[in-house]
């Protein structure tokens, strides 16, 4: 199941996504969350605090300066610029991703 949270500035987007992500990694489902937004502070909402949420998003700023290598795929993707987040919610922060791979 993929689920987007869309909506107008300030209608409450980040903070659904880390609730509906939260409360579905607790009744046993394994959760990835991608913050996609140009703001991107799930990290807080989700609670992996400043530190953690201030990595990803360098994580982010450096592949888009080019400064880093993408990851050729979802695993690595989330391995190598992935944070675990409660729940057992695994967190990245990504700008978008290239030739996604089936699922
Ligand atoms: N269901 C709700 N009831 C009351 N307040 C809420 C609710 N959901 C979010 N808020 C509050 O509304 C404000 C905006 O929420 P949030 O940051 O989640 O919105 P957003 O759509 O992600 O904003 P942005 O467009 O800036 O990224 C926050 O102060 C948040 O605490
Ligand atoms: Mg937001």
Known sequence: M???????????KTTTSAVVARTLARH??????????????LGISLGVGDEQTERLVAMREALD????EHAPGWDQLLS??????????RLAVVSRIENPEPG
């Open 80 to 89: 190598r610029f992935g944070s675990d987040a409660p729940d057992g919610v």
């Open 28 to 41: 046993g489902l394994s959760v990835v969350a991608l913050d996609c937004d140009s703001n991107p502070n």
């Open 2 to 12: 993929k689920v987007a949270v869309v909506g107008k500035g300030g209608s409450g």
């Open 65 to 68: 300066e080019g400064g880093e």
